[in-house]
């Protein structure tokens, strides 16, 4: 099983494209760690990538049989702190500093970077729904 593992801040870069970085900020285009583009490679190792001809050409990228969950939260924390702050979320009464302001798992049947998509689910829009805060997006395959 391979498996991607993208942690951070969700910020923009220069061209609006989704990112993580360390530090909660906008970032410059040659500083960004574009969320697309780290699926994208991922998927040059453990999917496929295919030539596109129509309109201006490009590449489709393809992820089969993986599944995707992400953690969100109100600032900087480990991935053993966001699924602890999702545990406490679903059972209540613990306390914590760390606080899961959302939660996503996928399970699909493929991955499309041109339009951003896992299965029928627009990741631009829900992680774009979360800019500023802190991010473990972990695909798998």
Known sequence: MAELYIN???VTDDCGVISVDETNRKVKLCEANSIPKLV??????N????????GLG??????YDASL??????HKSTLDEAVGSLICKLEGDIETDIRLTGYSEYAI???CLETFHIGGYDLEREIHSHMGEYMHFILEC
Do not use: L, Q
């Not at 999917?47 to 129509?54: A, E, L, W």
């Not at 490009?58 to 992820?63: C, D, H, N, P």
């Open 69 to 74: 969950r992400i953690y969100f939260t109100n």
């Open 58 to 63: 490009g590449e489709m990228s393809y992820i």
């Open 8 to 10: 951070g801040f969700v």
């Open 40 to 45: 994208h490679n991922f998927a040059y190792d």
């Open 47 to 54: 999917g496929s990538v295919k030539g596109i001809k129509d």
């Open 109 to 111: 049947t493929g991955y």
